[in-house]
Structure formats: structure tokens, C-alpha cells
């Protein structure tokens, strides 16, 4: 009895304890993002950041830092993250295959059926376990924010189809499933940081890019001569909210808790801003002079892009990728 007594005293003690250590952390942490506040990851971030402010009663203070202020690019912002400079990212998955080779099973073309299939996959066990993933490269991935359905843009002319687009020299991101997919497609796509890409385009070194349409809209792509716009909606890209390991274990157990629940929470508020304000968007860029292509032959791109699934099946099973395709 005695025994039992003295447990339960123990465990009442540590609770003001725990308590006590979330009372005295204290931090202000550094968020990065490799666009500008326009663009729904800073209006999520922005977000998170009044809630955590809120919820800690000032105690924790997330700083934002927009439009690749932390670093050249969101492969280098990682770094940061995995090193512990940079507190917390908003990224695309761009580069993110080099740190958890998992993540790049969601870089396939026409991977994804509609919003509802993403989102089913992503808040499911899979994406779970994706997230989970970044552990072992040292960073805490919290939660599946929104970047968007891809779309291929030029200065060139209209791109109805695949053969429309055919030589088109267009920048991708740094990932290996996205260039080995133009490549089949027969385009000539080239690698490069986001930071790099207006300029790139305004000196014609490329032709085009392939974006959602709210990177597009918020870099004003059309001023740098990218005045066609394709709704080839190829590969969904995903925005991984993630977090310094070190920062994250650094915290109390209470606020770790917060930073998880807060970053799932942005996720919908930031995934439903994103696609609610698509359409006015494309509207806008009109305007502006883009012509959009909405009737857009996907199934042509699909079919061209089709060989990338074998090219990367020593890395991702049939079974895995029909997990995700197939998933209802
Ligand atoms: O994450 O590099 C890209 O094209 C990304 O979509 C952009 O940086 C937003």
C-alpha cells in the first residue's frame, strides 16, 4: 500500500514539474521559405506563427523569413534545417529526395487523381510514414502543407500537347523523377534553384518552367515573358512543413505536442486557402496578358511520361506506387 502510495505522490510531483519546464522555454524560432509572403506557405506560416504565439502566451516566437532570405535555395534551406540554423521550412519536395529518398515516391506524374486522392494519401498511414521518413536525416517533418498541381508555362507559343512542347527548354526543380519525366516527354529540362529561375527566364536561357498556379502567380511570372500557360496539372507537389530535429527535441514534451498539433492543424487551413483562390488567380493572370490552356490533351502526357515509373522501379515497387494510385 505504502509502495502504491509513493508512486502516485511521485507521479502527482512531476506534473507541476512538466509544467514548470514548458513554463520557463523560451525561444524565437526561425522560419524559412523560398517564396515571397504572397504565396500560401508565408499565409499558413504566418498562421502558425500568431497561433504558437498565442498558445505559449509570447513564450515562443516564430520569426518568418520569406523568399529565400535563409539560403540560395530550398536544397540548402534543408541543410539549414538538418543543421539546426534554420528552425522550420515550408518546401516544396523538390530536393527532399536527397535527404529521405521515401519522399520522392509522391514526384511521379499523374500520381494523384484529384485533391481528394491527395489528401486521402497524405493525412493516411502512408503519408505517415513519409513523414516519419525524416527522422533519420535528422529533421521532424510535421505535417503535409500545399504547394500544388503542377503546371508547364513557356514564352514559346500554346502547349496543347505533348508534341506541343516538344524541344521546349524548361527549368525543373532538383529532382531526378521530374527530369527523367520531361526527358521522356521530349522536352530538354534543366535543373535549377527557384531563386534562379526569374532571371533565367527574362534572359531566354530557358524557355519555360512548371509550377502550381500559385508560384506562378506570386513570382509574376508573365513579367519575366512567360505568357503561355498550360493546366497540365502532370505532378502534385506537396509541401512538407519541416523542422529542425535539435530545435525539436530541445523543447518540452508539451510544446512538442503544440508545434504537431499546430502544424496539422495550418496544413488544412493552408491546403483549402490554396485551392480556393486557384481559379480567381488564373482569372487575374489572364489580365495580365497569360493565355491559359485549359483543354489541355493529359492524357498525352501521361502516356509520355509513363516510362519513368520503370526507370525508377528498383527504388519504388509496383505495389507501392499502386498503393497510392489506386487508393480510394
Ligand atoms: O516550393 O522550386 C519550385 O519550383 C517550388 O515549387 C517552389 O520553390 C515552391
Known sequence: MKRVFMLVFAALMAIPWIGTAAAEYK?????ASA?????????GSQRFADLIKERTKGRITVKLYPSNQLGKGEREMTEGIQQGAIDLLVTSTGPLGGFSPSINILDFPFMFRDFKHVDLVLDGKIGQKLLDDFEKANIKALAFWENGFRNLTNSRGPVKNVADGKGLKIRTMENKVHLAAWKAAGLNPTPMAWGEVFTAL??????????????????????????YFSLTKHVYSPSPFLMSKKTFDAMPKEDQQLFLKTGLEVAKFQRKLNRDAEEAKLKEMAKSGVIVTRDVDRESFKKAMGPVYSEFSAQFSKAEIDAIMNAK
Open 202 to 227: 527574362q534572359q531566354k536561357v530557358i524557355d519555360g518552367q512548371e509550377n502550381p498556379i500559385a508560384v506562378f502567380y506570386s513570382a509574376k511570372l508573365w513579367d519575366a515573358g512567360q505568357k
Open 35 to 43: 517564396v515571397n509572403m504572397d504565396h500560401p506557405y508565408m499565409v
Open 27 to 31: 525561444a524565437t524560432l526561425k522560419l
